[in-house]
């Protein structure tokens, strides 16, 4: 079997070139590795992730395997650096995956920081799919996740977006964001702006039909109040919170979660069973700070995968009315088992595209 090396430039290439049919097509793979861990007794087979700490250095090591793979994504998290006047910052943040054979044979290894971003923003996407109304997209953050999120958007439902608004703390990486963005282009007929302090940012809040929160925050992005209010209940919304990964951080307001918790709650007839749609319940359970602090406990949280079980079978009254149309907030810390899937196929897609070096010995 061959064996397959991608570098950041080879990774970034390929998903660069993806159409919206491959888009669909990896979807349609990565929503199937999802199911199979929810409902057919693949969580068994994932090893825990561990944190080692070294002086202001962390590193993550994320084991997962599948019935054709094993495999892990070792992350270092440098803390923050200032760069010399001549000199570009060091990225926060490096990547590697490494992926074997069913027999533990090695057959890639993929830098992995692109495909980090890539596949927590076709998490988000899974959902997002099924809404009816996507035309205002609130965006938080302008990182690699931002960017993502954005770029799967318009490329899996770009005809009927009509703006996209960022909203950031330092407008130079915003416009950074805004001009790659249009490097790899944007529908004419899509307005694509930063957000102004001198504008209402609880207006921007309350008119989006889609809010993609990725910001690694310690506070709630914008309070609960926004969206409890009569006028702001008059619609609803699909929210990605991604960018909060430990218990003392949160995007989302925990009083507006345990508002959508509360069967008796404004948002009752806007959200199935007071369900929070999260990729892994119990990742959330020990990485969702926000869950955490609104106290939901895993029979509040449905799982990605689960919901597609549900959809293929008995789909229980409300239930697509409530993805389609309702309040759906949607959390994810990440797993293993992601990596794995998106990994495997650019592996394929290596091949296809040309890309990478191949050794037929390793």
């Known amino acids: 079997m061959t064996f397959t090396v991608l570098s950041d430039n080879d990774v970034k290439f390929i998903l660069s070139s993806l159409s919206r049919e491959d888009v669909s097509h990896i979807a349609h793979d990565f929503l199937k590795s999802l199911h199979q861990y929810s409902c057919h007794q693949e969580s068994q087979y994932q090893p825990e992730r ?5 002086g202001h ?11 054709a793979h094993i495999g892990v994504k070792i992350v270092g998290i440098s803390p923050a650096n200032t760069p010399g006047p001549n000199e570009k910052p060091k990225p926060g943040l490096q990547a590697t995956l490494t992926i074997c054979d069913a027999e ?5 290894v ?9 596949r927590t923003a076709l998490g988000s996407i899974l959902l997002y799919r099924l809404r009816k109304q996507t035309g205002r997209i609130l965006v938080c953050g302008a990182g690699a ?20 608004t960022i909203v950031n703390r330092s407008r130079a990486r915003a416009e950074e964001l805004v001009a790659s963005l249009r490097e790899t282009s944007v529908p004419d007929h899509v307005s694509l702006k930063i957000h102004e302090e001198s504008e209402s940012l609880e207006d921007a809040v309350v008119g989006a039909d889609v809010i993609f929160c990725g910001v690694p925050s310690s506070e709630p992005l914008f309070p609960a109040a926004w969206l409890m209010s ?24 925990p009083a507006l979660l345990r508002s959508i918790a509360d069967p008796e709650g404004v948002f009752r007839e806007q959200v199935w069973q007071g369900k929070v749609a999260v990729d892994s319940a119990e990742g959330c359970l020990a990485e969702a700070g ?3 602090k609104a106290g939901i406990k895993k029979d509040g949280m449905l799982e990605v995968g689960s919901i597609q079980e549900l959809r293929q079978g008995e789909n229980p009254e409300g239930l697509e009315r409530w993805l389609e149309d309702g309040f759906v907030i949607y959390k994810s810390v990440g797993m293993g088992i992601m990596d794995i899937a998106i990994g495997s196929k650019l592996l394929e897609l290596a091949e296809e595209k040309g890309r990478g070096v191949h050794l037929d010995d390793f």
Request: charged fraction near 25%.
């Open 50 to 54: 561990s944190v080692i700490k070294r």
């Open 57 to 67: 250095q962390s590193s993550l090591f994320m084991p997962a395997t599948t019935p």
């Open 104 to 108: 533990g044979k090695a057959v890639g």
């Open 110 to 118: 993929l830098n992995a920081a692109e495909i980090t971003a890539f």
């Open 145 to 164: 996740q931002a960017r993502w999120h954005i770029r799967l958007a318009l490329i899996l439902r770009g005809d009927e977006i009509e703006n996209i």
């Open 230 to 253: 009569e006028k702001a209940r008059q619609k609803t919304r699909y929210i990605a919170a991604i960018g909060s990964y430990r218990l003392d951080m949160q995007e989302i307001d």
């Open 290 to 292: 926000e869950l955490d």
